[in-house]
């Protein structure tokens, strides 16, 4: 069965400095991996997307997420901290192997704060 | 290109009242769409998916039912709303990878 862990339900940084946000997934099959943002009261917007391709995934606004198939590890990263990046993040698997069926597992989300 | 609308932003409704969220794509044919249920401080879980029109699955038992009348318009709806109801409804679409969010509805029920 397939299932994804956020490591930590709440993260904080100061502006500028690195953002780290950790995912761990379980799938039994090659799986396609997502990471998406939400601002409050609105929807999600994908930021990136892993489907067997690179390793190491760019994505919009300066976010990047490696997968490491050894560490079943999906984690999100960004150099510098801006303070528009403050918002909720999910870590999503696809489940089956597919990406097409909408059936996605999503984690529980990682609040991220964003000091000045 | 393609968008997602969903209707209305917030909802406010009394126990036992009836539910009609809407949610329409434009720009793609033959989209499955897909509703989600976001709980307070908690993440998505699927409620229903649809790969075309009249299809519809359902991932968990529950107090709601959906429709697609149309190939762009998915439904999702409640004859009798209950408090656990409340949540944050998203619709989301997709042709292949990646599914593409609606901005949400906010329900409570009081």
């Known amino acids: 069965a397939q299932s994804v862990t956020q490591l930590d339900s709440h993260v904080s940084v100061s502006e500028g400095t690195p953002v780290l946000l950790r995912c761990n997934y379980s799938?039994?099959?090659?799986?396609?991996l997502f990471w998406y943002v939400q601002h409050p009261n609105k929807g999600l917007q994908l930021l990136l997307k892993?489907?067997?391709?690179?390793?190491l995934v760019k994505g919009i606004n300066g976010f990047e997420a490696e997968f490491k198939k050894s560490e079943t590890s999906f984690h999100l990263t960004k150099p510098s901290a801006h303070m528009s990046d403050a918002a909720e993040y999910f870590c999503?698997?696809?489940?089956?192997?597919?990406?097409?069926?909408?059936?996605?597992?999503f984690g529980q989300g990682t609040t991220l704060q964003v000091k000045p | 290109s393609q968008t997602i609308h969903q209707w209305p932003a917030t909802l406010v409704q009394p126990v036992g009242s009836p539910l009609s969220l809407e949610c329409t794509v434009e720009?793609?044919?033959?989209?499955?769409l897909y509703w989600y249920r976001q709980a307070a401080g908690r993440g998505l879980q699927l409620l229903f998916y649809s790969v075309g029109i009249g299809q519809i699955s359902s991932e968990v038992p529950q107090n709601l039912s959906a429709s697609r009348p149309q190939d762009r318009q998915f439904i999702l709806s409640s004859k009798k709303l209950l408090l656990s109801d409340s949540g944050f409804y998203l619709c989301a679409w997709s042709v292949s990878s990646p599914l593409h969010f609606g901005n949400g509805t906010r329900l409570t029920v009081t």
């Open positions: 999503v698997v696809s489940a089956f192997g597919s990406s097409n069926t909408g059936k996605l597992i």
């Open positions: 799938s039994s099959y090659s799986p396609s």
């Open positions: 720009g793609t044919s033959n989209p499955n």
């Open positions: 892993y489907t067997s391709a690179a390793t």
